[in-house]
Structure formats: C-alpha cells, structure tokens
C-alpha cells in the first residue's frame, strides 16, 4: 500500500495526507498551521479568542509561507448577554461561590473581575471568511444560521462540523456538510455536542465512528484519543476517511500553551482527565486539577458559556494558590501519555507514515 485507499477527504480538501490538525484555541496559531500545512495535512487555526484583525494577519502570515490549504475554526454558541439581570445574577452567584479562594490567595474582596468570552460567528465574522476565503471553515457547536453559512459556502470553502452523537451527524448532514467530524469523548478540550448536553451519555471514538459512517453518506473525520499511528490506523479500518488530531500536538514545538500546561501534559495518565464546565461554562476535556476536584468537575453553579472563566480568571494569576496549573484549564484528551516532544510537521508526517506501515502489515 503507496496510497491512501479512502481519498474522500483527501480529494474533498485537496491535501496529501489524512491527518487533520485540530484547532486548538489558546494552544496554536499560524506557525503550527503553517507546519502542519506543508507537510500535507491540514492546518487549522482557531478564531474564537482572536480578533477580526489577529485572524487576518495570521492568514497572511500562513499565505506568505504555503500554499497549501488551510482551515479557520469558528465557534456557533449562543452568546449571554452579561447585562441581562438574570445572568448577572448568576455571575454574582458564581464570584459569591469563589469567594474562599479569593481569600486564600490574599486578593481583596473588590478585585475587578474580566469579562470571559469567545467569538461567536456572526455578520462580523462571516464577513472575515468572505475576506480571507479559506480552502476549508470548520464550525464547532453546530452551524450558524442558514443565511450566514450560505455565505461561507459562496466563497468556495468546503465545510466541517464535529458531532458527538449519530442524531447530530445526521442533523448536519441535512444541513449540507461537506464532512463530519465524530468526536468521540476520549477528546481533549471542548465537547461539540449541541442537540443533548448529557455528558453521561457521551460515546466513545470508536463506538461513535462506525455509527456515524453507517448513518451518513458525507466522509467522516474521527477525533478523540487518536495520537499515533495505532490509532490514525483503527480509524480507518472503522471507516472514517481521516483523521483530526488535537493532543498530540500540544507537545510540539509551534504549541502556545503555558510552560505549566506543558509539564501537566508530560506527566499525564490514562485516567488524569475530566471533562469539567467550570473553566468557561460549557463541558471540555482537562487534566485534573484542584479546581476541578472542589468545584466540579461539572458544576450547576457555573455560567452559562463562556462567562464562567472570568471569575476564575484572578486565581489562574495567583502563585499562592500555584494557579497556573490549580486554577487553569489544563485542556487534554485521553490519550495525553502518549504524546512526545518534537515538531508538528515532523508528527504529521510520522503519523501518516506509521499509519501506512500498520495498514500493510494488515494485508
């Protein structure tokens, strides 16, 4: 075997190798997009902590170095309205329920609290894609409302949406996909799930993916617990057409993460992550800290997405309370142990490559 038997996403993107990078918000920018890019998979770039001016200059910056295609992540919540009494309400709940930690690390009662928040796709944000018009827009949460992402599909990109159940394949399968990401709950980092928010009914990768391809007839893109060719390879014999990629390349070299989250990562476990709503209000995938083991892991108290990481926000900054890595959002998937320290397109490639040598050994 020389070649990718399933060439659908391969052709669908027109990359050389199935292995997507995961948008990784926080945790990557252009250089990993850059990388992954060149290597024949494909880079993806988180928007939802950037500005309209920070994604444009990324895009150049990726434009300048590759041709290559590459991917824009937006997110499609719904976003609170911090005015509104009833939020408000909640968030003076959430700083109340904070409040001996406030006092342990010695901060005074009145410490200005940040306002959390990520970047819904809206006019704004469809207007940068109308823009930039990259090869490929991927939507977490969902899709935005039909007339916007009939916007996105007139500038050419091809369109990815994450499901987390078979019920939210087919739903984005009606809704014109061009792809679909089963996200299994062994994922690191913010569950995708929009239709039920049940976090004990989650399925696993390897569960889900079969499902999922059964159900649909776009290709399927499995995610969650994948970080060596083992993995690439069983999710392709389960069906999927390729694979996304998000833990493992938090340990390479292009990773913006935190020196804290990079020695978290290095002493992972099988069993050392949660999935938790207490960093920004919305149920994601983390190492284990003392935060998530006092006030959740999953919390009713915690605000609704993303307004619950503001409070937590001056903990995060306290050495007292060592809240780099107490009171931080340590974002991992299952399979952290097996990540190792190197580059990203030198993962990507040894990925694909081990990925070929099991497949044959099959045969």
Request: aromatic fraction near 4%; include cysteine.
């Given at each position: 075997?020389t070649?990718?038997?399933?060439?659908?996403?391969?052709?669908?993107l027109e990359?050389?190798?199935?292995?997507?990078?995961?948008?990784?918000?926080?945790?990557?920018?252009?250089?990993?997009?850059?990388?992954?890019?060149?290597?024949?998979?494909?880079?993806?770039?988180?928007?939802?902590?950037?500005?309209?001016?920070?994604?444009?200059?990324?895009?150049?910056?990726?434009?300048?170095?590759?041709?290559a295609?590459?991917?824009?992540?937006?997110?499609?919540?719904?976003?609170?309205?911090?005015?509104?009494?009833?939020?408000?309400?909640?968030?003076?709940?959430?700083?109340?329920?904070?409040?001996?930690?406030?006092?342990?690390?010695?901060?005074?009662?009145?410490?200005?609290?940040?306002?959390?928040?990520?970047?819904?796709?809206?006019?704004?944000w469809?207007?940068?894609?109308?823009?930039?018009?990259?090869?490929?827009v991927?939507?977490?949460?969902?899709?935005?409302?039909?007339?916007?992402?009939?916007?996105?599909?007139?500038?050419?990109?091809?369109?990815?949406?994450?499901?987390?159940?078979?019920?939210?394949?087919?739903?984005?399968?009606?809704?014109?996909?061009?792809?679909?990401?089963?996200m299994?709950?062994?994922?690191?980092?913010?569950?995708?799930?929009?239709?039920?928010?049940?976090?004990?009914?989650q399925?696993?990768?390897?569960?889900?993916v079969?499902?999922?391809?059964?159900?649909?007839?776009?290709?399927?893109?499995?995610?969650?617990?994948?970080?060596?060719?083992?993995?690439?390879?069983?999710?392709?014999?389960?069906?999927?057409?390729?694979?996304?990629?998000?833990?493992?390349?938090?340990l390479?070299?292009?990773?913006?993460?935190?020196?804290?989250?990079?020695?978290?990562?290095?002493?992972a476990?099988?069993?050392?992550?949660?999935?938790t709503?207490?960093?920004?209000?919305?149920?994601?995938?983390?190492?284990?800290?003392?935060?998530?083991?006092?006030?959740?892991?999953?919390?009713?108290?915690?605000p609704?997405?993303?307004?619950?990481?503001?409070?937590?926000?001056?903990?995060?900054?306290?050495?007292?309370?060592?809240?780099?890595?107490?009171?931080?959002?340590?974002?991992?998937?299952?399979?952290?142990?097996?990540a190792n320290?190197?580059?990203?397109?030198?993962?990507?490639?040894a990925?694909?490559?081990?990925?070929?040598?099991?497949?044959?050994?099959?045969?």
């Amino acid at each position: 075997m020389t070649t990718w038997k399933d060439r659908r996403i391969l052709d669908l993107l027109e990359i050389g190798l199935p292995i997507i990078q995961a948008p990784m918000a926080g945790a990557n920018g252009a250089e990993m997009v850059i990388a992954v890019s060149q290597a024949g998979g494909l880079g993806s770039l988180p928007c939802a902590q950037l500005s309209p001016e920070q994604v444009r200059e990324a895009a150049r910056q990726i434009r300048e170095e590759t041709a290559a295609p590459f991917n824009l992540n937006v997110f499609c919540h719904a976003a609170p309205a911090p005015e509104d009494p009833a939020v408000k309400a909640r968030l003076a709940e959430w700083r109340r329920h904070l409040t001996p930690y406030y006092e342990e690390a010695g901060l005074p009662a009145d410490t200005p609290v940040p306002l959390s928040g990520r970047a819904p796709f809206d006019d704004a944000w469809c207007r940068v894609v109308e823009e930039i018009r990259p090869a490929v827009v991927s939507f977490h949460f969902g899709l935005p409302a039909p007339d916007l992402l009939a916007r996105v599909k007139a500038t050419g990109a091809k369109i990815l949406s994450s499901a987390t159940t078979v019920a939210e394949a087919r739903w984005l399968e009606a809704k014109g996909v061009d792809a679909i990401i089963a996200m299994g709950a062994e994922a690191g980092g913010h569950r995708a799930s929009f239709l039920q928010m049940d976090m004990s009914r989650q399925v696993g990768t390897f569960a889900l993916v079969p499902q999922i391809v059964d159900a649909v007839s776009v290709p399927v893109i499995a995610a969650g617990g994948i970080s060596d060719g083992r993995g690439v390879a069983a999710a392709l014999v389960l069906g999927a057409s390729a694979v996304q990629v998000g833990t493992a390349y938090l340990l390479t070299r292009e990773a913006t993460i935190s020196d804290a989250h990079r020695a978290a990562l290095m002493s992972a476990t099988d069993d050392g992550t949660q999935i938790t709503n207490i960093f920004t209000g919305r149920p994601a995938r983390g190492i284990n800290n003392r935060a998530m083991r006092e006030l959740g892991p999953l919390s009713d108290l915690a605000p609704d997405f993303p307004l619950a990481g503001g409070a937590l926000a001056p903990l995060k900054a306290s050495p007292a309370l060592n809240g780099a890595t107490e009171f931080s959002n340590l974002w991992a998937g299952q399979s952290a142990a097996l990540a190792n320290l190197t580059d990203a397109a030198s993962l990507t490639k040894a990925l694909a490559a081990d990925t070929i040598a099991r497949l044959n050994n099959m045969v």
